[in-house]
């Protein structure tokens, strides 16, 4: 297994650094994006919250996103990550939020997304978002990677906003 705080300790710097704060959605993640961020001491200064929406209920009761919003969209995709991003960010208020929802494997998604398809979104002062094909179907290694990217994405943003 890698090591948590490695993987989230330059964001995190920045973050602290800046005095910006950070929330999460995350999905086929499965919280290790959130775990990275809250393994460096100290991340009550920019961690505020987050959470694993796995599920359509999860989203619509825990996140608040009204089932009208979902009109011509799909789990998975870049954005439906950007909306999940934009909603916690709101009920957050924070200057960043990171999103990431896919299929982490064994199998393919519903929507026929394969095993090791993410999408990634970051809304802030700089808002992107990506999609990753890891082409593995191992799920474990997935999540891990998946974390990663995000992570690594959302600095790219941080960077990108100086």
């Keep these: 297994m890698q090591d948590l ?10 973050l602290k650094e800046r005095g910006e ?7 086929s993640g499965g919280g290790l994006i959130s775990a990275a961020l809250l393994s460096i001491p100290g991340a009550s200064a920019y961690f505020m919250g987050g959470g694993v929406f796995y599920t359509q209920d999860a989203r619509h009761e825990l996140l608040g996103v009204p089932v009208e ?7 998975s995709t870049e954005p439906y990550a ?10 957050l208020n924070t ?3 990171l999103s990431e929802t896919g299929a982490s ?5 519903a929507y026929g997304d394969k ?7 970051v809304v802030g002062p700089v808002e992107r978002s990506m999609t990753l094909e890891t082409g593995d179907d191992d799920r474990v290694a997935n999540m891990w990677v998946f974390a990663q990217t995000a992570l690594d ?3 790219k943003c941080v960077d990108e906003a100086d």
């Excluded at 705080?5 to 920045?14: C, E, H």
């Excluded at 919003?69 to 789990?75: D, H, I, K, N, V």
């Excluded at 950007?82 to 009920?91: I, P, Q």
């Design 95 to 97: 200057t960043w939020t």
């Design 82 to 91: 950007r909306l999940l991003a934009g909603r916690m960010n709101e009920v």
């Design 69 to 75: 919003a979902m009109t011509g969209l799909r789990s």
């Design 105 to 109: 494997g064994p199998t393919g998604n």
């Design 115 to 121: 095993p090791g398809h993410s999408c990634i979104a």
């Design 153 to 155: 994405f959302l600095e």
């Design 21 to 27: 704060t950070v929330s999460v959605s995350e999905s």
């Design 5 to 14: 705080g490695a993987m989230a300790q330059s964001v995190s710097a920045k």
